[in-house]
Structure formats: C-alpha cells, structure tokens
C-alpha cells in the first residue's frame, strides 16, 4: 500500500510524511523527489525543463522504485510529493493500479496567506521557486486535486495532528495496517476564543468521493 501526500510547498508533507511513518508498522518514507534529482544529474542533461516532474521517466520511475521497494519489503510506502498536473498523476495512479498496488492519497491543504506565510517563514530569503506554486496548487485544488483525494486541512493543525489524522482514515478501511498502530501526542488546537478544539474537529477530514474518475481518458 501507498499512503500518497500531496500539496504544495509549506503545507508540511516532509515533516509530516516522517510521523506517519513513524504511526504505521512495518512503513517506509519514499521520497520520490530523489529520483528527479537523478535524472537532473544525467550529463549531457535531458531536454531543459523548470520541473523534472515534466520528464516522462520521472513518473514511470516514480511508479517502478515504489513497486520494486514494496515486492521487496512488503508494508507500506509513504510518498510526500506534489503533483499538481492531472495528467501526471493519473500516469502515476494508473500505473501502481497495474500493478495492485492501493493507494490512500492525501493532500495536505492550507489558504494561500497560510501557505505564504510558511514558506516566508522558513529561510530569510524566501524561496521564489516554492512561492511560484502557490497559485498552480490553488487551481489544481479547485479543478481537480480535491475531488479526487481526500483532503486535511493543516491551517490550524500541528503536524503531528494532521499525522494522526492521516493515519486513523487510512489503517480505518485497511483492518490489516490498524494493528500496532502507534500513538504520538497531539493536543488540542487553539481556538480564536482562546479554548481548545479537538484534533478530529480541526482536522476537517473530506474523504475523497468523485462522481467522475478524473483518471479517465488519460492514458
């Protein structure tokens, strides 16, 4: 199985994809980010580009590490990286399909001041290369991204919240990964009038449901 996080630059999948791991027995992190840089370090270089993600092996390599990695450990994957072109990641979903290979995809949202303010936040030069995706993941959440997976909206959660949030909808329709789940601490959110919210109210979990499979027709 894949637990797949997605969302844009600030909305916490590195730290977050490390206390899922951490939550679900016998799991690995996969960073798939890793193979785009091997394919960036091909010379002479492949055709230019401003994202490897727009290389076709990245995605076909994306989808045989993964199913390589799982027929030889077995467990669970998760993967935090974001796919922001419908087409790329239906060429993704499609094919780990092809192989029966489940996938739980999440993405980890958040408003756009949130976002910025994150990302603004991490070094003293903010990056414009983060910053420039702000926009792509808001058309991607309105178009397609957020009916087709299931969304936790991270704006008022901790990281370690919305990886319990992950994980208890995950290991809840996969009875085989509920056992020896673990447990980190996750307190309450502050709430504007000062009291406390509980971790399933502020994480505002959508389970995806798509009337239309947005995967069809790509291929």
């Known amino acids: 199985m894949i637990v797949w996080l997605n969302g844009t630059h600030?909305?916490?999948?590195?730290?977050?994809?490390?206390?899922?791991?951490?939550?679900?027995?016998?799991?690995?992190v996969f960073d798939a980010e890793k193979v785009g840089e091997t394919l960036m370090d091909i010379t002479p270089g492949l055709p230019e580009t401003?994202?490897?993600?727009?290389?076709?092996?990245?995605?076909?390599?994306?989808?045989?590490?993964?199913?390589r990695v799982l027929d030889y450990t077995g467990g669970t994957?998760?993967?935090?990286?974001?796919?922001?072109?419908?087409?790329y990641w239906c060429e993704i979903r499609t094919g780990l399909a092809q192989h029966a290979i489940p996938v739980r995809h999440f993405?980890?949202?958040?408003?756009?001041?949130?976002?910025?303010?994150?990302?603004?936040?991490?070094?003293?030069?903010?990056?414009?290369?983060?910053?420039r995706y702000l926009e792509p993941y808001a058309e991607a959440a309105?178009?397609?991204?957020?009916?087709?997976a299931e969304v936790v909206d991270t704006t008022h959660l901790t990281p370690a919240q919305a990886a319990t949030q992950i994980v208890r909808r995950?290991?809840?329709?996969?009875?085989?990964?509920?056992?020896?789940?673990?447990?980190?601490?996750?307190?309450?959110?502050?709430?504007?009038?000062?009291g406390t919210r509980s971790v399933q109210a502020?994480?505002?979990?959508?389970?995806?449901?798509?009337?239309?499979?947005p995967c069809v027709g790509h291929g």
Do not use: C, Y
């Open 10 to 28: 600030g909305a916490g999948k590195t730290t977050t994809s490390s206390l899922v791991q951490h939550l679900i027995p016998d799991s690995r």
């Open 50 to 67: 401003d994202n490897f993600q727009h290389w076709p092996p990245w995605r076909q390599l994306v989808v045989e590490t993964a199913r």
């Open 77 to 87: 994957l998760v993967i935090p990286m974001t796919v922001l072109v419908e087409q």
């Open 107 to 131: 993405v980890l949202h958040a408003d756009q001041d949130t976002l910025r303010r994150r990302i603004e936040g991490e070094h003293p030069v903010p990056s414009p290369f983060r910053l």
């Open 142 to 148: 309105r178009t397609w991204l957020h009916a087709e």
């Open 170 to 194: 995950a290991t809840r329709e996969t009875p085989n990964l509920s056992s020896g789940i673990g447990s980190i601490d996750t307190p309450g959110t502050a709430s504007p009038d000062g």
């Open 202 to 213: 502020a994480a505002r979990v959508k389970p995806a449901l798509p009337s239309v499979d």
